[in-house]
Protein backbone atom coordinates (compact mmCIF):
# COMPACT_ATOMS: atom_id res chain seq x y z
CA UNK A 1 0.00 0.00 0.00
CA UNK A 2 1.16 3.84 -0.96
CA UNK A 3 -0.12 7.22 -0.34
CA UNK A 4 -2.30 8.07 -2.65
CA UNK A 5 -1.17 10.78 -5.09
CA UNK A 6 -3.47 13.36 -3.62
CA UNK A 7 -1.26 12.87 -0.61
CA UNK A 8 -1.24 13.57 2.81
CA UNK A 9 -3.87 13.07 5.51
CA UNK A 10 -7.77 13.17 5.66
CA UNK A 11 -9.84 13.30 8.83
CA UNK A 12 -6.65 12.32 10.20
CA UNK A 13 -5.88 9.28 8.61
CA UNK A 14 -3.19 8.71 6.04
CA UNK A 15 -4.45 8.23 2.64
CA UNK A 16 -3.71 4.97 0.66
CA UNK A 17 -4.01 4.29 -2.65
CA UNK A 18 -5.86 0.77 -2.49
CA UNK A 19 -3.60 -1.99 -4.80
CA UNK A 20 -4.84 -2.42 -8.44
CA UNK A 21 -3.10 -5.86 -7.76
CA UNK A 22 -4.44 -7.18 -4.63
CA UNK A 23 -7.64 -6.63 -5.88
CA UNK A 24 -7.08 -9.21 -8.94
CA UNK A 25 -5.94 -11.34 -6.18
CA UNK A 26 -8.77 -10.96 -4.15
CA UNK A 27 -10.49 -12.03 -7.39
CA UNK A 28 -8.72 -15.17 -7.71
CA UNK A 29 -9.51 -16.12 -4.22
CA UNK A 30 -13.23 -14.85 -4.64
CA UNK A 31 -13.02 -17.58 -7.76
CA UNK A 32 -11.74 -20.50 -5.83
CA UNK A 33 -14.04 -20.03 -2.65
CA UNK A 34 -17.50 -19.30 -3.77
CA UNK A 35 -17.26 -21.84 -7.17
CA UNK A 36 -15.38 -24.19 -4.67
CA UNK A 37 -18.21 -24.00 -1.61
CA UNK A 38 -21.35 -23.16 -3.95
CA UNK A 39 -23.13 -23.02 -7.57
CA UNK A 40 -22.82 -19.27 -8.74
CA UNK A 41 -25.25 -18.64 -11.71
CA UNK A 42 -23.88 -15.62 -13.42
CA UNK A 43 -26.00 -14.05 -15.55
CA UNK A 44 -25.01 -10.68 -17.46
CA UNK A 45 -21.54 -10.19 -16.53
CA UNK A 46 -21.10 -9.23 -20.00
CA UNK A 47 -22.81 -5.46 -19.32
CA UNK A 48 -20.19 -4.45 -17.16
CA UNK A 49 -18.10 -2.45 -19.03
CA UNK A 50 -14.86 -4.17 -20.11
CA UNK A 51 -12.35 -0.74 -19.36
CA UNK A 52 -12.62 2.37 -17.34
CA UNK A 53 -14.12 2.96 -14.41
CA UNK A 54 -17.50 1.72 -12.76
CA UNK A 55 -19.41 1.18 -9.96
CA UNK A 56 -20.88 -1.74 -9.02
CA UNK A 57 -24.37 -1.19 -6.73
CA UNK A 58 -25.39 -4.37 -4.93
CA UNK A 59 -28.22 -5.22 -2.90
CA UNK A 60 -26.91 -6.60 0.65
CA UNK A 61 -29.48 -9.06 2.51
CA UNK A 62 -25.94 -11.44 3.45
CA UNK A 63 -22.65 -11.48 4.30
CA UNK A 64 -21.92 -13.88 1.47
CA UNK A 65 -22.82 -11.04 -1.14
CA UNK A 66 -19.66 -8.75 -1.02
CA UNK A 67 -17.19 -12.28 -1.56
CA UNK A 68 -19.71 -13.88 -4.10
CA UNK A 69 -19.66 -10.75 -5.90
CA UNK A 70 -15.88 -10.82 -5.97
CA UNK A 71 -15.74 -14.27 -6.96
CA UNK A 72 -18.40 -13.64 -10.14
CA UNK A 73 -17.84 -10.28 -11.10
CA UNK A 74 -15.74 -9.98 -14.71
CA UNK A 75 -13.08 -7.19 -13.12
CA UNK A 76 -11.30 -6.80 -10.32
CA UNK A 77 -13.78 -5.10 -7.59
CA UNK A 78 -12.58 -2.47 -4.18
CA UNK A 79 -15.92 -2.69 -2.03
CA UNK A 80 -16.21 0.18 0.51
CA UNK A 81 -16.34 -2.17 3.64
CA UNK A 82 -17.45 -1.02 7.37
CA UNK A 83 -14.68 -0.81 9.37
CA UNK A 84 -16.15 -3.11 11.81
CA UNK A 85 -15.29 -6.09 9.48
CA UNK A 86 -11.15 -5.14 9.40
CA UNK A 87 -10.63 -6.93 12.72
CA UNK A 88 -7.64 -8.83 13.64
CA UNK A 89 -5.87 -10.60 10.96
CA UNK A 90 -8.61 -9.62 8.72
CA UNK A 91 -7.43 -6.41 8.38
CA UNK A 92 -4.14 -6.28 6.79
CA UNK A 93 -6.05 -8.81 4.59
CA UNK A 94 -8.65 -6.81 3.07
CA UNK A 95 -6.28 -4.01 2.83
CA UNK A 96 -3.51 -6.11 0.56
CA UNK A 97 -6.38 -7.56 -1.77
CA UNK A 98 -7.52 -3.70 -2.37
CA UNK A 99 -10.73 -3.13 -0.14
CA UNK A 100 -11.65 0.30 1.45
CA UNK A 101 -12.02 0.53 4.80
CA UNK A 102 -15.13 3.24 5.91
CA UNK A 103 -16.67 4.26 8.74
CA UNK A 104 -20.37 4.62 8.78
CA UNK A 105 -20.69 7.06 11.76
CA UNK A 106 -18.86 9.98 10.20
CA UNK A 107 -17.80 11.51 7.07
CA UNK A 108 -14.83 9.54 6.10
CA UNK A 109 -12.36 11.78 3.82
CA UNK A 110 -10.18 9.08 3.83
CA UNK A 111 -12.62 6.67 2.37
CA UNK A 112 -14.43 9.06 0.11
CA UNK A 113 -10.64 9.77 -1.19
CA UNK A 114 -9.76 6.54 -2.21
CA UNK A 115 -13.07 5.63 -3.57
CA UNK A 116 -13.03 8.25 -5.88
CA UNK A 117 -8.80 7.41 -6.52
CA UNK A 118 -10.36 4.28 -7.71
CA UNK A 119 -12.63 5.52 -10.01
CA UNK A 120 -9.96 7.99 -11.51
CA UNK A 121 -7.68 5.16 -11.96
CA UNK A 122 -10.30 3.61 -14.01
CA UNK A 123 -11.27 0.88 -11.43
CA UNK A 124 -14.63 -0.86 -10.10
CA UNK A 125 -15.96 0.47 -7.18
CA UNK A 126 -18.33 -1.72 -5.23
CA UNK A 127 -21.19 -0.04 -3.15
CA UNK A 128 -23.76 -1.59 -1.13
CA UNK A 129 -25.94 1.46 -1.30
CA UNK A 130 -28.44 0.91 1.71
CA UNK A 131 -25.52 1.26 3.41
CA UNK A 132 -25.82 -2.01 5.91
CA UNK A 133 -27.42 -5.28 5.64
CA UNK A 134 -30.90 -5.82 5.60
CA UNK A 135 -33.48 -6.81 3.62
CA UNK A 136 -31.59 -6.74 0.30
CA UNK A 137 -34.85 -4.81 -1.34
CA UNK A 138 -32.99 -1.38 -2.29
CA UNK A 139 -35.55 0.01 -0.42
CA UNK A 140 -33.30 2.86 1.43
CA UNK A 141 -30.04 4.08 -0.06
CA UNK A 142 -27.78 6.38 0.97
CA UNK A 143 -26.51 9.71 -0.46
CA UNK A 144 -22.88 8.04 -0.96
CA UNK A 145 -23.67 6.10 -4.21
CA UNK A 146 -25.19 9.17 -6.17
CA UNK A 147 -22.12 11.15 -4.77
CA UNK A 148 -19.03 8.93 -6.12
CA UNK A 149 -21.52 8.35 -9.97
CA UNK A 150 -22.30 12.03 -10.09
CA UNK A 151 -18.71 13.49 -8.65
CA UNK A 152 -16.79 10.99 -10.98
CA UNK A 153 -19.41 10.36 -14.09
CA UNK A 154 -18.73 6.98 -14.33
CA UNK A 155 -21.87 4.44 -14.98
CA UNK A 156 -23.39 2.51 -12.24
CA UNK A 157 -24.00 -1.51 -13.03
CA UNK A 158 -26.60 -2.55 -11.14
CA UNK A 159 -26.44 -6.20 -9.14
CA UNK A 160 -29.20 -8.01 -7.86
CA UNK A 161 -27.78 -11.37 -5.48
CA UNK A 162 -30.54 -13.52 -4.90
CA UNK A 163 -30.65 -16.76 -2.98
CA UNK A 164 -28.00 -15.89 0.22
CA UNK A 165 -30.22 -16.22 2.33
CA UNK A 166 -33.30 -18.69 2.07
CA UNK A 167 -31.69 -21.64 3.46
CA UNK A 168 -28.84 -21.81 6.23
CA UNK A 169 -26.20 -24.73 5.82
CA UNK A 170 -26.27 -27.94 8.47
CA UNK A 171 -22.54 -27.20 9.46
CA UNK A 172 -22.22 -23.36 9.68
CA UNK A 173 -25.68 -22.07 10.39
CA UNK A 174 -24.50 -18.57 9.08
CA UNK A 175 -23.71 -19.72 5.75
CA UNK A 176 -25.58 -20.94 2.62
CA UNK A 177 -25.60 -24.67 2.35
CA UNK A 178 -22.20 -25.63 0.49
CA UNK A 179 -22.96 -26.77 -2.92
CA UNK A 180 -26.31 -24.26 -2.69
CA UNK A 181 -26.98 -22.21 -5.38
CA UNK A 182 -26.81 -18.89 -5.59
CA UNK A 183 -27.49 -16.11 -8.54
CA UNK A 184 -25.89 -13.20 -9.54
CA UNK A 185 -27.45 -11.08 -11.75
CA UNK A 186 -26.08 -7.99 -13.56
CA UNK A 187 -27.97 -5.17 -15.15
CA UNK A 188 -27.68 -2.37 -17.74
CA UNK A 189 -25.24 0.22 -17.24
CA UNK A 190 -26.44 3.96 -16.72
CA UNK A 191 -25.76 7.02 -16.19
CA UNK A 192 -26.37 8.59 -12.57
CA UNK A 193 -26.73 12.47 -13.49
CA UNK A 194 -28.79 14.55 -15.20
CA UNK A 195 -26.05 15.91 -18.10
CA UNK A 196 -25.54 19.03 -16.26
CA UNK A 197 -22.47 18.19 -14.15
CA UNK A 198 -23.91 19.75 -11.27
CA UNK A 199 -23.25 18.62 -7.93
CA UNK A 200 -25.69 20.51 -5.94
CA UNK A 201 -28.21 18.96 -3.13
CA UNK A 202 -30.97 19.01 -4.96
CA UNK A 203 -28.84 17.29 -8.07
CA UNK A 204 -27.42 14.78 -5.67
CA UNK A 205 -31.17 14.39 -4.08
CA UNK A 206 -32.81 13.82 -7.57
CA UNK A 207 -29.91 11.41 -8.71
CA UNK A 208 -30.43 9.40 -6.05
CA UNK A 209 -34.48 8.89 -6.92
CA UNK A 210 -32.83 7.93 -10.39
CA UNK A 211 -30.33 5.37 -8.93
CA UNK A 212 -33.30 3.96 -6.93
CA UNK A 213 -35.91 3.36 -9.63
CA UNK A 214 -33.32 1.59 -11.77
CA UNK A 215 -32.21 -0.41 -9.05
CA UNK A 216 -35.21 -1.33 -8.02
CA UNK A 217 -35.98 -2.05 -11.26
CA UNK A 218 -33.67 -4.50 -11.87
CA UNK A 219 -34.16 -6.72 -8.84
CA UNK A 220 -37.84 -6.89 -9.68
CA UNK A 221 -36.72 -8.37 -13.23
CA UNK A 222 -33.83 -10.28 -11.77
CA UNK A 223 -36.25 -12.01 -9.86
CA UNK A 224 -38.49 -12.73 -12.36
CA UNK A 225 -35.82 -13.70 -14.27
CA UNK A 226 -34.14 -16.54 -11.86
CA UNK A 227 -37.57 -17.41 -10.40
CA UNK A 228 -36.38 -16.32 -7.22
Sequence with gaps: MRRHPRGGEAGGREVTKPSAKGAAVGRRIGIGLMYGLWRPRVLGAWRVPATGPVILAVNHSHNIDGPMLMGT?????????????????????????????????????????????????????????????????????????????????????????????????????????????VDVVFGEAFEAGDGSGRRTRKALDDATVRIQDRLTAHLENAKRLTGR
Design 73 to 181: APRPVHFLIKKEAFIGPLDPFLLGIGQLKVDRTTADRAAVTNALGVLEDGGVLGIFPEGTRGQGDFASLRAGLAYFAVRSGAPIVPVAVLGSTERRGRLIKALPPLRSG
